[in-house]
């Protein structure tokens, strides 16, 4: 479970994919899936959430892992980088990056 807080040993990854709205759904299932079968078993995966914008733009994932070498590792998975390229391939374009928590409120 995501536990935002600047005091959790973690990085995040926040990556906003931009998509046609007649994508925006397949683009999540992909991401879900992608979590289910794979992600979440790499070492150091700590949670994942996905979010849509309600006006069918954009899916954005919301990961937590426990270092950026543990990302970076999955970043070498090859069962990973294919869901990485069929995400990549459903959206016209995508911002991935690392982020620390600085502040979190409630």
């Known amino acids: 479970m995501a536990h ?12 906003v994919f931009t998509v046609d709205p007649e994508n925006q759904e397949t683009l999540a299932r992909v991401l879900i899936e992608a979590t289910e079968t794979t992600m979440s078993g790499c070492s150091g995966y700590v949670s994942a959430n996905i979010h849509k914008s ?18 970076e590792a ?5 069962v990973a980088r294919a869901h990485m390229t069929e995400a990549g391939e459903l959206a016209s374009g995508f911002e991935p990056q690392l982020y620390e928590v600085v502040f979190s409120d409630g």
């Open 4 to 15: 935002i807080s600047p005091d959790q040993d973690v990085v995040t990854l926040i990556n």
């Open 54 to 71: 309600l006006d069918g733009t954009k899916v954005t994932n919301y990961a937590q892992w426990r270092s950026r070498e543990h990302f």
């Open 74 to 78: 999955m970043l070498s998975d090859p």
